[in-house]
């Protein structure tokens, strides 16, 4: 059996060949291969001490407008996230910066909006609290970010931006999944979408959200679905 330092070279490496090789045009099956490998690997040693600032070094060093990084960066959250729930919670803070070109470049691609919905869902199951516990502040902080990210791409649509703003009602959906009551700072925004001239017709996943009944919750921060 491996030591716990040989275990954590280990799993770092792979976060580390992936995010490297995510970004080269030629090496893309190779960064699917190190987050399958981290994958099983978290699996055996689901304590492994993780770094996250390798995560920043590399991120920081891609361009915002590259997606490919970014999508690597999201499933390699996802393989954490099913053997260190507490991962998330302990980096929130952290995280909001790497995640931001995400909701800001790129809520017009399909498959990043498709993963950043899978991720969200995965985050706030994992970031809940039990039954009469108060939201941890970073938690609280990491909401309000989110509501602010998916507001501006709803807001999109005044720069004829119409599949972003469409992105951006998905990820809405998945995060009302787990906090309906985020919905709520956004219906204003989801009906003046429903009231678009034909020429502009609102994103058909923006109905079933404005028609849904509001959530019995109390504060925000705390409503966890």
Known sequence: KPSAAIVEVLI?????????AGEAKDAAGLSDQCVALLDQGLRVWPDANIKFQYFEKQLQATSQESATALLTFLAILRSILKA??????KNLRSLTPLLRPAFEHHTANDKMVVLL???LRDALASLAEPPGAPPA?????????????IGHGLLAVSLSK?????GSVK?????SEHRPLLLDQHLGTL??????PPTAPAPPSVTSLAVRPPPQCGALDGCSG
């Open 12 to 20: 770092n490496f792979l976060i580390r060949v992936a995010l490297i």
């Open 84 to 89: 260190q729930p507490k991962f998330l919670l």
């Open 117 to 119: 919905c899978d991720f």
């Open 137 to 149: 502040p970073e938690l609280g902080a990491f909401l309000r970010w989110l509501s602010e990210m």
């Open 162 to 166: 119409e599949a972003a703003v469409h």
């Open 171 to 175: 990820l809405l959906q998945a995060v």
């Open 191 to 196: 009906s003046k979408l429903m009231s678009l």
